[in-house]
T-cell receptor, first 110, second 112 residues
């Protein structure tokens, strides 16, 4: 059974810092990995999708990488802003079923 | 497209009552997922449909929960009878098969 772990569980940083959020998974037989953002009391917003054949994806200040062989993905946030404060979740999709991590709760303070 | 639509957004009911949650997926998406999110357990997959057919319902907690997808544009999740421990946020998500998922805004259920 796929297990997804996100470290750290919580992170508090000053504005302007570059951040790395980690996601690890136990079964490397995946179709894709997706990063989401969830604001308090809201739904999940898709940030980036990496297909299993890809190594990374970029969107604005966000860059996600995937290393299937080691079962790891990282989400890099450049020049963090208070508006980036949210919970970030990764989801790994196997045959059909996605498995989610518990998320990293990020606070960026001015 | 308006995205995934869920209704109601909030539901407060008393223990023992029937609850029906509704979802309209994004047009053209053939996969639909129902999730439940709580502080204790995080985000849990309840059931997955592909082309309107339930593929995996191993996450449905017990027989009180049932889900249907009568057509490509509508799905329901029903709880009968409801219990206080069912209180959670229920999300519906849709995607093309094995592709990017898009989530609805969720239904916050409170069972008193």
């Amino acid at each position: 059974k796929q297990e997804v772990t996100q470290i750290p569980a919580a992170l508090s940083v000053p504005e302007g810092e570059n951040l790395v959020l980690n996601c690890s998974f136990t079964d490397s037989a995946i179709y894709n990995l997706q990063w989401f953002r969830q604001d308090p009391g809201k739904g999940l917003t898709s940030l980036l999708l990496i297909q299993s054949s890809q190594r990374e994806q970029t969107s604005g200040r966000l860059n996600a990488s995937l290393d299937k062989s080691s079962g790891r993905s990282t989400l890099y946030i450049a020049a963090s802003q208070p508006g980036d404060s949210a919970t970030y979740l990764c989801a790994v999709q196997g045959s059909y079923i996605p498995t989610f991590g518990r998320g990293t709760s990020l606070i960026v303070h001015p | 497209d308006a995205g995934v639509i869920q209704s109601p957004r909030h539901e407060v009911t008393e223990m023992g009552q029937e609850v029906t949650l509704r979802c309209k997926p994004i047009s053209g998406h053939n996969s639909l997922f129902w999730y439940r999110q709580t502080m204790m357990r995080g985000l849990e997959l309840l059931i997955y449909f592909n082309n309107n057919v339930p593929i995996d319902d191993s996450g449905m907690p017990e027989d009180r929960f049932s889900a249907k997808m009568p057509n490509a544009s509508f799905s329901t999740l029903k709880i009968q009878p409801s219990e206080p421990r069912d209180s959670a946020v229920y999300f519906c998500a849709s995607s093309p098969t094995r592709n990017e998922q898009f989530f609805g805004p969720g239904t916050r259920l409170t069972v008193l």
